[in-house]
């Protein structure tokens, strides 16, 4: 793939052919992502301050630094250099920008091949450089990253690179130090409650306040995951409410959490197992998500620190091993066993105190 396979509905307004039925016109026929993809850096919620207004000055004298954006999935990254380019090139866009993703090859060839060609041959437009998107540029290897480098400087006045990426670390420093980086944050809650009630307004959705909370909840920030769960659960059920959201993610509700937590913490070991087991079970639950509800939790309950330290370093532990596909069942119980000696790491500190 070279350019970029994008619409810029904004721009051309063409991109259909005439007879399309109005679904296609109207965008409908897209996923709400796609759909409500931000057009322009106003458009982008949240990171006004920290990247819209320095990346939009940075445009307008006409001086745009080679850019590391890098972050949390759906926060804006990709949304933001293409609303950039948009404003950029407008209709040029195509023959001005190379999009690279993860998709694409991306090795030492490419490098030489690709992305030389595209730099090295002249410009054509009045902006006075062309721009290469480099997508999702963890996955690059370190010796394509490493022939980047010179690339980069060689290449200066013709072209800017943008690179992008969820793990800064993965890029390595010699181009981190060529960049000027941004660092996109998550998704705070009013930012996307602002967007999200102009995307209920326009779709005509019945989303309760509960709905909305619980939304927020379970997307952590990403605003990608608001629209895809709000789309999953609009095609289920006719209004929106925290049930709706809880049971379209398969996450636990808050209530089932702090049941679970209060068996954790009070009952006998083999009580506690089998009520949480029986839960687990019954309503689908995944381990991995009960332990990270429960950290959440346990943020607002009240236990001496070192209680509280040994749980979290062993809740880590726990997750850890579940991510590289432990038996739920028994993680389940080495996670109770915790709490058990959590509770008397706490009795043991309130006797020596008394
Ligand atoms: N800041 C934002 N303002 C408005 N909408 C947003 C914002 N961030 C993300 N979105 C929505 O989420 C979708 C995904 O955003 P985008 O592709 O820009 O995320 P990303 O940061 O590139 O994520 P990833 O790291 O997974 O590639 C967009 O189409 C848009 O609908
Ligand atoms: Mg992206």
Known sequence: MTAMDVDLPSQTGKSHAMNVDTAAENGDHLPWVEKYRPLTLDDLVSQQEIISTPVQNFMNQGRLPHLLFYGPPGTGKTST??????????????????????????????????????????????????????????????????????????????????????????????????????????LQTEQITSRLDMITHKEGIKLTDSGKQALLRVSHGDMRRVLNILQACYAAYDTIDDAAVYHSTGQPFPADIEYILHALLNDEFSTAYSKINHMRIDKGLALADIITEVHEHLGNTELPTETRIYLLDHLAEVEHRLSGGANESIQLSTMLGHFKIAMEIAASGVASKS
């Open 81 to 186: 250099i293409l609303a950039c380019s948009r404003q950029l090139y407008g209709s040029e866009y195509s023959s001005m920008v190379l999009e690279l993703n993860a998709s694409d090859e991306r090795g030492i060839d490419v490098i030489r091949n690709q992305i030389i060609s595209f730099a090295s041959t002249r410009r054509t437009s009045t902006i006075g450089f062309k721009l290469i998107v480099l997508d999702e540029a963890d996955a690059m290897t370190q010796a394509a990253q490493s022939a980047l480098r010179r690339v980069i400087e060689k290449y200066t006045t013709n072209v800017r690179f943008c690179i992008i990426c969820n793990y800064v670390s993965k890029i390595i420093p010699a181009l981190q130090s060529r960049c000027t980086r941004f660092r996109f944050a998550p």
